[in-house]
């Protein structure tokens, strides 16, 4: 069976943190900022956290990330 190949846009946007959930940078911050608030501009920045539902649509775009445990397989792998 061949490899399923990751979609580059997406590998370029989006981050696996180490607990599995997914991380984005936010919109609106690289040009045209002088019709924007200063308000928008300042809550723009950084990182944030993908949506779960959104992060389960985004897998189908990058099949071998790091999938978060659930509570489930955590307690089966203890026994």
């Known amino acids: 069976m061949p490899k399923m190949k990751t979609k580059s846009g997406a590998k370029k946007r989006f981050r696996v943190t180490a607990s599995g ?30 949506n779960e539902s959104d992060a389960n649509i985004l897998r189908v775009y990058m099949p071998y990330i790091r999938k ?3 509570q489930t397989t955590q307690k089966k792998e203890e026994a």
């Not at 019709?35 to 956290?49: C, D, F, L, Q, V």
């Open 21 to 50: 959930k997914i991380k984005f940078k936010q919109s609106n911050t690289s040009h045209r900022l002088l019709s924007r608030p200063k308000s928008m501009k300042r809550k723009a920045r950084g990182t944030e956290i993908l």
């Open 68 to 70: 978060r445990k659930t």
